[in-house]
């Protein structure tokens, strides 16, 4: 295995000199800096990673903490993360917990023994505060309410805003009874959601209905068909998310129900499934460019250094206005 001490012997310099260039700190004339990379080149030298990481506390790799990689939603937030990650030098972990509070804590154990530089995650568990408490590596959680003592910073949408501007848009259609397929209330998202579509109803003067849903096709397949039996006068449902939007649509389909002339829907999230189907799904759109790249930048900035850390980021929505809701003659 070639070593720091052969590279120096054959550029005829010394081990700190190849460090330092290794390292990309300054002190080094261009003539020796020139000698060093022929050497690597030459000899094929490959740093150590664990022990440069060791010795400087930095891995340069983030954690990306998640409780289901099939929701297609925090995969695209993935995405913008690993985008955000690479274009900064860092490289992105991901880690799938199943909703398991033994295999999230087990994960930010592994995350902190690498020397990860921090951790973004997504939970619902309980035990997350105490947890962080204890993490001696920055932590930003997203789509959650935090205690700022303990994380170093939240990026979220503005779920309330969500909630109001898609009960608002199928009033604005003409619908009479509007049902809320409601996200989980464990979730920020699903509360504020909730809320926003209880104060539209409340402003134009509609009877709230809802039925608690998750946010995976499954679970709004069984919601979908539970909502039609419960609520047979609806015209227009807001969904917990575009999967459960979609998941509506093949319900009513199968009974026959015309949408949107018989039936309006609004989804959630703008995932890009939302226009590849046919229809394309009316939607409130969450940015989740910024909120993946955000939350880099929080990270590996203000939360690593602890200073001018802003400790709650809230991100507008916006309603995308396509094919599974129109505006009644």
């Known amino acids: 295995m070639v070593k720091i001490r052969d590279i120096a012997e054959l550029a005829k ?47 340069r790799i983030i954690g990306y903490v998640i409780p289901s990689i099939l929701n297609i939603f925090l995969s695209e937030i993935g995405r913008a993360i690993e985008e955000e990650a690479f274009d900064n030098g860092y490289k992105v972990i991901l880690c799938n917990t199943d909703e398991s509070p033994e295999k999230e804590s087990a994960y930010i154990d592994m995350l902190v023994s690498m020397n990860a530089d921090g951790i973004i995650i997504i939970s619902n568990n309980d035990s997350l505060e105490a947890e962080v408490r204890e993490c001696p590596i920055p932590v930003v959680v997203l789509d959650q309410k ?29 619908c009479r009874h509007i049902v809320h397929m409601r996200g989980p209330q464990k979730y920020i998202s699903g509360v ?64 026959g129900t015309r949408v949107p002339d018989e039936m309006m829907i609004v989804g959630y999230d703008n995932i890009r499934l939302s226009t590849l189907s046919t229809p394309e799904l009316t939607t409130i759109a969450q940015p989740v460019e910024k ?39």
């Open 13 to 59: 310099v010394s081990p700190a000199t190849v460090s330092r260039v290794l390292n990309g700190r300054g002190g080094v004339s261009l003539s020796k800096k020139k000698r060093v990379l022929a050497a690597i080149a030459e000899t094929g030298y490959r740093p150590n990673e664990i022990a440069r990481s060791l010795y400087k506390k930095s891995s």
């Open 146 to 174: 935090i205690d700022a003592r303990h994380f170093a910073a939240s990026v979220q949408a503005d779920n309330f805003q969500g909630g109001y501007l898609a009960a608002e848009h199928l009033v604005r259609c003409g």
């Open 192 to 255: 504020e959601r909730f809320r926003g579509y209880l104060t539209a109803c409340e402003k134009y003067r509609r009877e709230p209905a809802y039925i608690d849903c998750g946010y995976d096709f499954e679970s709004g397949l069984a919601c979908s068909r539970e909502l039609l039996k419960r609520f047979p006068e609806a015209d227009g449902i807001l969904a917990s998310s575009d999967m459960t939007a979609l998941s509506l649509y093949k319900v009513l389909c199968e009974r």
């Open 291 to 329: 909120i993946g790249r955000l939350a880099v930048k929080l990270l590996i900035g203000p939360a690593r250094s602890r200073t001018n850390c802003q400790p709650v980021s809230i991100l507008p929505v916006s309603l995308k206005i396509r094919q599974t809701t129109k505006i009644k003659p």
